[in-house]
């Protein structure tokens, strides 16, 4: 049995103690509890009169007996396989949440044997359930200066953004995002969330000192001066 209230402020809160469905109205209704017997070690029996019809019934309360069901958990690119102990009238259903491990989890799918693709499945049915980190996400990331390469994992907040081409400081450091890896393929462009990351890539961007060195070489090549074959085009135009 339940309880329920009415109101907004505490002062004008009505406690209504005892609320079950009745077999004689049909409804909900606060209920007299008349007697009550123990039952095993969790479990109770109580003789209720109904507050709205007068009919009495009796109204037994079990605790369900804990089961074990299979998890599948993924934690960015890394995905880990446990087990999770629940009562055995648990329902799961697809984006709920729960904590497990210190971490925030959502359901992202069930597994009952069958093919059919189930929101809700019960504990006593499901052989596997999988679920996402949605409190953080942990993202790869690989830092490449010239032919040099590190890699480095960063836990973030699930709808940071990250975006090509910005940049990006890591441990002091300052690095451009080259691409964005989503596990399904690579784009040089755009944003996207990170919880739809599983790696970034990243450049040394250019000096000072690079950038104009290659302004003036790429300035050369627009009016002609660095191309194959430039010194005997200069012979040839210069001959007296």
Not at 20 to 30: E, F, L, V
Not at 116 to 139: N, P
Request: glycine fraction near 10%; charged fraction near 35%.
């Amino acid at each position: 049995m339940d309880s329920a209230s009415e109101g907004i402020d505490d002062e004008d809160v009505e406690i209504i103690e005892n609320v079950t469905r009745c077999p004689g109205c049909n409804s909900r209704q606060s209920h007299e509890v008349l007697r009550e017997k123990q039952v095993g070690e969790d479990g109770m029996d109580y003789l209720i009169r109904c507050g709205g019809c007068g009919n009495i019934h009796t109204s037994q309360f079990r605790t369900p007996k804990p089961t074990t069901v299979a998890l599948t958990l993924s934690d960015g690119a890394e995905s880990e396989k446990t087990e999770l102990e629940v009562d055995a009238d648990e329902v799961f259903t697809i984006g709920d949440e729960f904590e497990f491990g210190e971490a925030l989890w959502r359901i992202t799918r069930l597994e009952t044997g069958g093919d059919e693709k189930l929101r809700s499945a019960g504990a006593r049915d499901v052989q596997m359930i999988w679920a996402t980190r949605c409190d953080l996400s942990r993202i790869k990331m690989t830092f490449t200066e010239g032919e040099h390469s590190t890699s480095a994992t960063i836990e973030v907040a699930p709808d940071r953004m990250f975006q090509c081409g910005s940049m990006y400081t890591h441990e002091g450091e300052r690095w451009r995002i080259r691409a964005l890896h989503s596990g399904l393929g690579r784009t040089l462009y755009g944003k996207m969330q990170a919880s739809k990351i599983r790696r970034i890539f990243l450049h040394k961007p250019m000096s000072e000192e690079d950038l104009e060195e290659r302004e003036v070489r790429e300035r050369g090549k627009w009016k002609g001066q660095d191309f194959p074959g430039r010194e005997e085009h200069q012979r040839r135009i210069n001959k007296p």
